[in-house]
């Protein structure tokens, strides 16, 4: 399969905890995108990255989020001290660059995290 | 800003008929409009897109897509639905020079046999 991945697919954790996701694109890929689906709602745009910079980050991200790509492949986005509010489906999406504005993000399958 | 509304929560249909689900934008400049549907327990699928050029945009899957610059909508179509078109429909808009995608709230289509 050479669409986006994610792992975990599901995370059950008590509040408090740390927990961190993973993302691989598609591998010529070179922007990354992470979002956030709460039950009900369109997925709301969190941060995304060029390569290995990470060029904007949105309000939603608080100071316990915090999101890497070393590499410029893979990404994680971790929460510190998570609160029962965290509880959503985090996606990650990748699209090329270049003419980056007129492609599409493909999306990967989600995580899944519930605090309790 | 960029906004989008999808007016409607649950559209439900028979089988053999027409599909439409609305969805109005709102962009600073020129609007970049995306399609994706969502099955239970998978990520999101691109169904189609609206750049420039003709309004009537075609898809995978038989959907297709109307861009009204004037009502501001970019309405989601197919002339026949399936039973197998029962799933949740986001509409999805970008502005001039920026990345991210802003998401309607989702519409629920349930196709009937």
């Known amino acids: 399969d050479t669409g986006v991945s994610q792992n975990p697919r599901h995370k059950i954790t008590k509040r408090g905890q740390n927990v961190t996701f993973r993302c691989d694109p598609i591998s010529e890929h070179n922007r990354l995108y992470w979002y956030r689906q709460t039950l009900g709602q369109g997925p709301e745009f969190l941060t995304y990255f060029q390569n290995e910079a990470q060029l904007e980050k949105s309000r939603l991200l608080s100071d316990r989020f915090s999101a890497e790509r070393p590499k410029g492949s893979f990404s994680t986005l971790e929460i510190q001290r998570t609160e029962q509010g965290d509880s959503a489906m985090y996606l990650c999406?990748?699209?090329?660059?270049?003419?980056?504005?007129?492609?599409?993000?493909?999306f990967g399958p989600g995580t899944r995290l519930t605090v309790l | 800003a960029q906004s989008v509304a999808q007016p409607e929560d649950q559209v439900n249909v028979a089988e053999g008929n027409p599909l439409t689900v609305k969805c109005t934008y709102s962009v600073s400049g020129n609007p970049y409009l995306f399609w994706y549907v969502q099955y239970p327990n998978r990520g999101l699928q691109f169904l189609l897109k609206y750049i420039t050029g003709d309004n009537l945009v075609k898809g995978s899957y038989g959907f297709e897509a109307e861009f009204n610059k004037s009502q501001t909508s970019f309405h989601l179509k197919k002339p026949s639905a399936l039973v197998s078109d029962s799933a949740l429909y986001f509409c999805?808009?970008?502005?001039?020079?920026?990345?991210?995608?802003?998401f309607g709230a989702g519409t629920t289509v349930t196709v009937r046999a």
């Open positions: 999805a808009v970008r502005d001039t020079n920026d990345y991210k995608l802003s």
């Open positions: 999406a990748s699209s090329l660059a270049g003419l980056a504005v007129l492609n599409e993000q493909f």
